[in-house]
């Protein structure tokens, strides 16, 4: 979103838990998966989207590199959470240049940081149609700290990388969505993807943008709380909680850990959806498509389902990407392909595409 664009690259999702390479080719039938890794790394590597070991970080980039026999150096990439801030705003209908010259004027009554430490961009959603507000449009304004735009970007050209688009994690669910799901009209659908120490919620109608907003809270806080209640290391507490490894363990003990952060997973989800309606006329949320490896938590997506009282799914990536099974297995494709959801929506990336 804040780099110039180049005609293929692959797509590095570099999240907290895991780092997920993923590369399509697009043909005349559409998309074909060629490459697809993940690597699991050290929770200490990344603390609240802030890079601890930037060393560590670039060895396990060029290990996923080397494993994928990836030739491909151009590269898109994402960041989420307290560092970026989406707005969907309100102004004077105007022309695109004319927004261009005025945003940073606008950005600033709605960014809560120093609009000099910041690099913005926008998208024009559309004019208001009829009644008073017909000489109004909506834009999306979006904005990213610097320094975390600079973190991320000199870590992957450390890794020999080219960064040359990065992305916003909610809009790559977007994209993800947009390949792989029919776009109804008027249609409001939820894409949630719980990682490891973010969860992204983003609302869309009719396949665009209506609402986003992260919460620091994933996967990480289900493994801190078996680690403590089970008193094992953070690697066995991940094990357990993949259900890898059980034996030994109250199972009563580890259903009461998963119900109780499940019931705060929800309960952000709710609050986030109940702000959406607050703010849209007459909108009802018809579906959510669950992403990441926390959506795999036992019971949450039918918990999920229950209190918002709507259908509730974990999100495919590879729908309508071809797989060719005697390149990746079908099996381990289908249990980690909830991971792959940001990949597959920066792997897609081309030319003029927001």
């Known amino acids: 979103m804040f780099l110039p664009k180049n005609k293929r690259a692959i797509g590095l999702d570099i999240g907290s838990g895991s780092i997920k390479l993923l590369q399509l080719r697009e043909g005349r039938k559409g998309y074909k998966l060629e490459r697809f890794g993940i690597k699991t790394i050290d929770p200490e590597l990344i603390v609240d989207g802030t890079v601890m070991d930037a060393g560590r970080l670039v060895e396990a980039i060029k290990e996923l590199l080397t494993e994928q026999r990836v030739k491909i150096r151009d590269v898109a990439i994402s960041i989420s959470g307290h560092s970026v801030i989406v707005k969907k705003i309100t102004l004077p209908v105007m022309t695109e240049d004319e927004l261009e010259e005025s945003i940073r004027w606008e950005a600033e009554q709605y960014i809560p940081f120093d609009i000099n430490d910041v690099n913005i961009d926008f998208h024009m959603l559309g004019v ?12 999306l304004l979006v904005a990213a700290k610097k320094d975390k735009l600079n973190e991320y970007t000199a870590l992957v050209s450390e890794a020999g990388l080219n960064p040359v688009v990065v992305d916003v994690d909610a809009f790559t669910l977007e994209n993800m969505y947009g390949i792989n799901y029919e776009i109804r009209e008027g249609e409001v659908v939820a894409l949630i993807n719980i990682g490891a120490s973010v969860m992204n919620i983003n609302v869309l109608k009719g396949g665009t943008f209506a609402f986003t907003r992260d919460i620091p809270i994933g996967g990480n ?3 801190e709380m078996i680690q403590r209640d089970f008193n094992v290391s953070f690697e066995q507490a991940e094990q357990i909680k993949r259900g890898e490894t059980t034996s030994g363990f109250d199972p009563a003990t580890l259903t009461n850990i998963f119900q109780s952060l499940n019931a705060e997973v929800i309960n952000e989800v709710l609050r986030s959806i109940e702000y959406f309606k607050s703010t849209s006329t007459h909108e009802n949320l018809e579906k959510v498509y669950l992403s990441g490896g926390t959506s795999r938590i036992p019971n949450l997506e039918a918990q999920i389902g229950e209190k918002l009282g709507i259908a509730v799914e974990l999100v495919n990536p590879f729908n309508h990407i071809e797989v060719n099974p005697k390149e990746f297995d079908p099996e381990y494709l289908k249990q980690i392909s909830p991971m792959a959801a940001v990949a597959v929506g ?5 030319g003029a595409d927001r």
Not at 346 to 350: D, N, T
Request: hydrophobic share 30%.
């Open 128 to 139: 208001s149609e009829g009644g008073e507000a017909q000489d109004q449009m909506s834009v």
């Open 221 to 223: 806080k289900y493994s």
């Open 346 to 350: 920066l792997a897609i990336r081309r």
